[in-house]
């Protein structure tokens, strides 16, 4: 027996020399052997865990944590830790200079400017004293979209593009119970086209920003839309919201101006985190970006962050995105639980629990691992066919551990996924 318990953690730590295997006792074992055997619901599809005590530093169990993982959104931790490592505890939100009355400004991917209820920099007062403004993108070299971004996601609020200076976060709004649809801005009002095709709600023409809705079967739900981004619909927005005179002219950033760093980064962080927000992690990455860079090049700061802050990971990963949409991502679980060991460690308890999603309380797992006392703390990830949870389990014996559950090409709905999970959760709750 003690040759069946030790062998499956002697095959790991072929693997990896970054984590040694605690002693856990012969009936903690078979329990989650027994729940995530390949003869079981989880031997069903690819699935990765990882059981870590961060007070010992030993990995306490595993299966397939070597493996590769389509981590949809908790490639947001890669993108939490690379905001708290590298943006401190601000945005830098605009890079500009003066030229007589003409404020000439360089975004930064600030995300803040009327996108829900983040905190507002005094964006008007700051402009108020500029007779003209002139924007330039010249320091923004990634596309609007990611890499192995969905095409179709287009129409979804979760897909909104991305910009150096983004305004509204890049949506329209469809107010509630208003037929035909009023929208906000109202700059994209003469925009809204009737149709009629079998749509129930709002939607936007793949290639322009014209907006079609079905008088007879609309249905009038508050509704956000992406808009398609430019440089020449911002500036007709930007002078909207101001009463400024609004430029666009593609100059390069030079080398000496001035940094306005005006909005808090927690919230921001926070409101990532909760409601798995696609566009601010993206934002974030663009600030990430600049911050290092001073021109904003994704692929570029995630090569940085990689071989910098994150060069000691177990394995290396495929990390494309900012937010998790991308198919290209590909994360082992051993390489989650070292990446959430260093969140660990560098931010506050206070702020962590803050901005987790907690069982049955708060975020994307309000309505999961429900208990009387709260014992899941962490990030979700959700795609077609793939879910996956990283994060933090507390024990009715008072220990805390660190764990990444990961599952890819399932034919089941999440949901079923998550009750499965929730098996393995409550053991190790129960147990350990």
């Not at 509630?176 to 929208?183: K, L, M, T």
């Not at 907006?211 to 911002?234: Q, V």
């Not at 560098?346 to 962590?352: A, E």
């Amino acid at each position: 027996m003690k040759k069946r318990i030790l062998i499956p953690l002697v095959i790991f730590l072929f693997f990896s020399l970054e984590f040694t295997s605690a002693q856990i006792n012969r009936e903690q074992y078979l329990k989650l052997e027994s729940v995530l055997s390949d003869n079981g619901f989880f031997g069903g599809h690819l699935t990765g865990f990882m059981l870590y005590d961060l007070d010992s530093q030993r990995v306490l169990f595993e299966k397939n944590s070597h493996l590769r993982f389509t981590p949809a959104s908790t490639t947001k931790l890669f993108t939490l830790f690379s905001s708290v490592a590298i943006l401190n505890d601000s945005t830098q939100t605009l890079r500009y200079t003066r030229s007589g009355d003409t404020l000439k400004i360089w975004g930064t991917g600030d995300p803040s400017w009327k996108y829900l209820d983040l905190y507002q920099p005094d964006f008007k007062g700051f402009f108020q004293s500029a007779k003209v403004v002139q924007f330039s993108d010249a320091n923004l070299k990634s596309s609007a979209f990611g890499s192995g971004w969905q095409w179709d996601d287009y129409l979804y609020y979760f897909s909104a593009e991305r910009s150096s200076l983004p305004i509204y976060g890049n949506l329209l709004k469809a107010e509630q119970s208003r037929n035909p649809p009023v929208v906000s801005p109202s700059y994209f009002q003469k925009s809204i086209q009737s149709s009629t095709r079998d749509i129930k709600d709002l939607e936007r023409d793949f290639h322009t920003n014209t907006f079609y809705f079905n008088p007879k079967k609309y249905r009038a739900r508050e509704d956000f839309i992406p808009f398609i981004t430019s440089p020449e619909i911002f500036i007709q927005l930007a002078a909207l919201e101001t009463g400024t005179t609004w430029i666009y002219r593609p100059d390069s950033l030079p080398k000496n101006h001035q940094l306005w760093r005006a909005a808090p980064l927690f919230p921001i962080l926070k409101e990532m985190m909760l409601e798995s927000d696609n566009f601010l992690a993206e934002q974030l990455m663009y600030m990430v970006s600049d911050r290092i860079f001073e021109e904003i090049d994704i692929e570029r700061a995630i090569e940085f962050v990689l071989k910098t802050y994150l060069s000691d990971l177990p394995d290396q990963p495929i990390w494309v995105d900012g937010s998790g949409l991308s198919r290209y991502n590909l994360f082992t679980p051993r390489a989650m639980v070292a990446l959430f060991e260093k969140i660990y460690r560098i931010l506050p308890d206070k702020q962590l629990y803050e901005i987790l999603p907690t069982g049955g309380v708060s975020g994307t797992i309000k309505s999961n691992y429900q208990a009387k006392q709260p014992y899941i703390f962490a990030k979700t990830g959700t795609m077609s066919n793939n879910h996956s949870l990283v994060g933090l389990i507390k024990t009715n014996k008072g220990k805390t551990y660190c764990f990444a559950f990961m599952n890819s090409n399932y034919p089941h709905k999440a949901s079923e996924i998550r009750r499965e999970m929730e098996k393995v959760f409550l053991i190790i709750r129960d147990n350990f």
